[in-house]
């Protein structure tokens, strides 16, 4: 059964960890994900872009595709299904569709428009038992066509959005979707800091979990970050893994290939790397 992300990450942030969301694409992936984390018995959060929802035919397959999974894989452990950088509309249809948690993204809205969208979608997701992100400050690199330059959120409209009702916030601290370059600067942990102060210590969200360093991962986590969203590792991982095993010419079946042996190299990938990313954010055994 699917639940709402309230609950898990008000007890990362009491625990000083953090929950890993993990975008899905397709069955495999999903699949990977959800026996990862009931074998970890850790809590997680499937993230599915506006994009992935498209690719899988729409919001409603995508929920019915992972409550089924769930109930068939005998998955115990607490599972949100998150709208990853949702807009307006989209928020609404996966309201409408099932999903048990959403995301907002008005950070590229004045604050006036960003708080009225902002509030309205509040008032919709509580109304239906479903947690909502809102997200101050862009994140940098590009996210579904989205370029953001990494902006560091105002601790200030942090404060007015997260006193709309919202569960937990997204707030640029210098972290960018995709790879880091090598001339990043690093989190922001005096801005961080302030804004986890100035939000009354609602748990926040680490966009671009990607490639940060351990030690900044652990320090965000100690200011109030309950939530880290990894998707470029999982997807660097997975092309990794199948690269190499089609150029063993391991696919090569004689009649074709088999999809299944062909992704399993790949799924293996996936599920090291969320388990690396579980044990990181201390989630494990916290289900």
Known sequence: MLVNA????????????????????????????????????SPVILGVSEGAGKYMTGFPTVAAMV???IE????????ALHLD???YEGAKKCIEA???SIMFDGSHYDIEENVAKTTELVALAHANNISIEAEVGSIGGEEDGVVGMGEVADPEECARISSLGIDFLAAGIGNIHGVYPANWKGLDFDALEKIHN???HIPLVLHGGTGIPEDMIRTAISLGVSKINVNTECQLAFAKATRAYVEAG?????KGFDPRKLLAPGVDAIKATVKEKMELFGSVNKA
């Open 6 to 41: 309230t609950e898990m990450l008000q007890k990362a942030r009491d625990g000083h960890y953090a929950v890993g969301q993990f975008n899905i694409n397709n069955l495999e992936w999903t699949k990977a994900i959800l026996q990862t984390a009931q074998e970890l018995n």
């Open 198 to 200: 100035a939000t009354n």
């Open 250 to 254: 391991k696919d090569q079946q004689g």
């Open 98 to 100: 099932g999903f048990s």
């Open 85 to 87: 950088h949702g807009t």
């Open 72 to 79: 068939t894989l005998g998955i115990t452990v607490p599972v």
């Open 67 to 69: 409550k089924s999974m």
